[in-house]
């Protein structure tokens, strides 16, 4: 396929550029780490151009306790850092310092359509059953999501599978604006969800996704967890009493065995097949402390290096600065030239 055909990727007049964000609304957990924040250092040691984003804004769409939010924006932006994000190679910031975001997700706002947003499941599922009481941010968040993106002109966006259709949405918001103003100002961007640990379950409930947001602190495993919490959170874990299958399709109707099957593969870099090779046979009375001893093994030097950041608060602030001013260097001519294009008079010096 070469770039004149009509089936060349739309992204190829872009040049590769990824971005991707965590909300700072709770500490990182083991489903951040192994979905998103693993491979984020992943890209950045290939050598692509990424910013990554701690997004402030979207936090504030469900209620979070100023102090507490600032905390956690920095803990975040300590365990990106001790994950392997390297803070000059990559860009690392908090949304709310690059005002480019909110200034084009409201021009989002009136591309994206009421029907749209109301096929989004996540809205559906924060909003609960009261939705008249929901905030109207959490509404509108997929069209911020698609500003942040498409600010950088960003080609790939790496992700958790929870977050597929917000990036549909994305597509869609970038293939309507430049359709409606006859250009190809925005490229139409490729979600990136790979590997085994795309979507990593509540260790309570196999059913359900590891959440930063659960009720119970027992459902997940966090990156500040000491490591007997973590040997006791898998200890814990919900599971069945039948031993490990040699056949990957043999935890189908497993959901709990599945899932600590793929965080053992994911947390030793290697695929659920080989796991079972190995423990095919044996209970989880002799997997749990297994799974145990490696995940404290990766997740033990990360957490001490996030205590040390977090010492000194100063100079994460001072990065995220930093980074902030980078990110908007890249944001800020894309954003004047998308009002451009929308037909805003632009006549400020300076
Ligand atoms: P959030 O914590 O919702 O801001 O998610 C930040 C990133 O982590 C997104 O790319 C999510 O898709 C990913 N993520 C969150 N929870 C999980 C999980 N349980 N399994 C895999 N990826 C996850
Ligand atoms: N919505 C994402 C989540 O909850 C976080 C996010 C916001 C994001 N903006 C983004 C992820 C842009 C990727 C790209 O997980």
Same mark, same amino acid.
């Given at each position: 396929? *070469?770039?004149?055909?009509?089936? =060349?990727?739309?992204?190829?007049?872009?040049?590769? #550029?990824?971005?991707?964000?965590?909300?700072?609304?709770?500490?990182?957990?083991?489903?951040?780490?192994?979905?998103?924040?693993? #491979?984020?250092?992943?890209?950045? *040691?290939?050598?692509?151009? =990424?910013?990554?984003?701690?997004?402030?804004?979207?936090?504030?769409?469900?209620?979070?306790?100023?102090?507490?939010?600032?905390?956690?924006?920095?803990?975040?932006?300590?365990?990106?850092?001790?994950?392997?994000?390297?803070?000059?190679?990559?860009?690392?910031?908090?949304?709310?310092?690059?005002?480019?975001?909110?200034?084009?997700?409201?021009?989002?706002?009136?591309?994206?359509?009421?029907?749209?947003?109301? #096929?989004?499941?996540?809205?559906?599922?924060?909003?609960?059953?009261?939705?008249?009481?929901?905030?109207?941010?959490?509404?509108?968040?997929?069209?911020?999501?698609?500003?942040?993106?498409?600010?950088?002109?960003?080609?790939?966006?790496?992700?958790?599978?929870?977050?597929?259709?917000?990036?549909?949405?994305?597509?869609?918001?970038?293939?309507?604006?430049?359709?409606?103003?006859?250009?190809?100002?925005?490229?139409?961007?490729?979600?990136?969800?790979?590997?085994?640990?795309?979507?990593?379950?509540?260790?309570?409930?196999?059913? &359900? &996704?590891?959440?930063?947001?659960?009720?119970?602190?027992?459902?997940?495993? *966090?990156?500040?967890?000491?490591?007997?919490?973590?040997?006791?959170?898998?200890?814990?874990?919900?599971?069945?009493?039948?031993?490990?299958?040699?056949?990957?399709?043999?935890?189908?109707?497993?959901?709990?065995?599945?899932?600590?099957? *793929?965080?053992? =593969?994911?947390?030793?870099?290697?695929?659920?097949?080989?796991?079972?090779?190995?423990?095919?046979?044996?209970?989880?009375?002799?997997? &749990?402390?297994?799974?145990?001893?490696? =995940?404290?093994?990766?997740?033990?030097?990360?957490?001490?290096?996030?205590?040390?950041?977090?010492?000194?608060?100063?100079?994460?602030?001072?990065?995220?600065?930093?980074?902030?001013?980078?990110?908007?260097?890249?944001?800020?001519?894309?954003?004047?030239?998308?009002?451009?294009?929308?037909?805003?008079?632009?006549?400020?010096?300076?």
């Amino acid at each position: 396929m *070469n770039d004149a055909s009509p089936d =060349a990727p739309r992204t190829t007049r872009f040049k590769t #550029r990824i971005f991707s964000g965590i909300q700072p609304s709770g500490g990182l957990t083991l489903g951040n780490y192994l979905g998103a924040l693993k #491979r984020f250092v992943e890209k950045q *040691n290939e050598g692509i151009e =990424a910013i990554y984003c701690l997004v402030d804004l979207h936090a504030i769409t469900v209620w979070q306790e100023p102090a507490k939010l600032r905390q956690q924006t920095r803990e975040a932006a300590a365990g990106f850092i001790a994950a392997g994000i390297d803070p000059e190679r990559s860009i690392l910031f908090n949304q709310s310092q690059v005002s480019a975001h909110a200034e084009l997700a409201w021009v989002f706002n009136c591309v994206a359509r009421v029907g749209w947003m109301n #096929r989004m499941t996540q809205f559906k599922d924060k909003a609960g059953k009261d939705k008249e009481a929901a905030s109207l941010g959490l509404y509108a968040y997929p069209a911020l999501m698609a500003a942040d993106i498409l600010a950088y002109h960003a080609t790939h966006v790496p992700v958790g599978e929870d977050q597929r259709q917000h990036l549909e949405l994305t597509r869609d918001i970038a293939i309507k604006f430049n359709h409606d103003y006859g250009t190809d100002f925005f490229p139409v961007t490729e979600p990136l969800i790979e590997g085994v640990a795309t979507r990593v379950m509540s260790l309570r409930d196999g059913t &359900k &996704k590891m959440s930063k947001s659960d009720p119970s602190d027992m459902s997940r495993i *966090n990156l500040t967890d000491n490591a007997d919490t973590i040997a006791q959170k898998f200890r814990k874990a919900k599971t069945d009493p039948e031993p490990l299958p040699q056949a990957i399709a043999a935890l189908e109707a497993r959901p709990e065995a599945k899932n600590l099957v *793929n965080i053992y =593969a994911a947390l030793a870099g290697t695929d659920p097949q080989t796991v079972l090779d190995e423990f095919a046979g044996q209970g989880f009375g002799a997997f &749990k402390p297994k799974l145990a001893e490696l =995940a404290v093994e990766v997740l033990a030097p990360i957490s001490a290096e996030m205590g040390r950041l977090m010492q000194d608060p100063a100079q994460i602030d001072a990065i995220l600065g930093r980074g902030a001013d980078r990110a908007k260097a890249i944001a800020q001519p894309i954003l004047d030239r998308c009002f451009e294009i929308v037909g805003m008079v632009r006549s400020r010096r300076g």
